[in-house]
């Protein structure tokens, strides 16, 4: 058998596991015992999903078996978080010189800060629905006294006000925007990732 964990090998001495479901009940008590849940789960590159898992997790173990666990940790998530709330706060800077930068034609320079704050929110969006995967440690979390979802259901319209704004080219409602409603909402953003 091969075990693979995040598409790396692993080397795993077998103790008296002979099926597939042997194999993942004794890795997901690894799992619980290092802050770490299982995402997803393919044997012999089959994905395998809650209505398969039975039927796969009965399979004799054979000698050219192969098994892929997506594995994330709580830890990976905290150092997400971490990385995330430094570019909160230096995309949150830089938004407030955006009116600046249109005005003084450079729209490269603005376009990167708008690109890098799109980027910022998708995987702020990513990393909170994987918290919930933790919520002994990430359900508490909120942002002026929002969870996660509560905040983006808010921030989502500025979000939408900013994108058309763009897109028809309304550089003062760019400025107002970024400067009055999306830097300020970063910042917050940045308080609450202090986990």
Known sequence: MELYVNDEK???ELENEKTVGDVLTAFEA???????????IFVD?????????DR???KPLEPDTKINLGVVSQQAVEDAFREQKQQCLKISEELKQLPAKFQ?????EANRIITALADLVNNICHTASIS????QKFGTVTIDGKNFAGFFADFSPVLKDFEQAIESKDTVLLGDLAEYEISPR??????ALEV
């Open 10 to 12: 692993i080397d795993v």
């Open 132 to 135: 919930a995967l933790f919520p």
């Open 104 to 108: 003084s034609g450079k729209d490269r």
């Open 45 to 53: 590159g089959e994905s395998v999903t809650a209505e398969d898992f």
């Open 186 to 191: 970063l910042e917050s953003l940045a308080d």
């Open 56 to 58: 796969v997790a009965a």
């Open 30 to 40: 690894e799992c619980a015992r290092t802050n770490a849940t299982t995402v997803s």
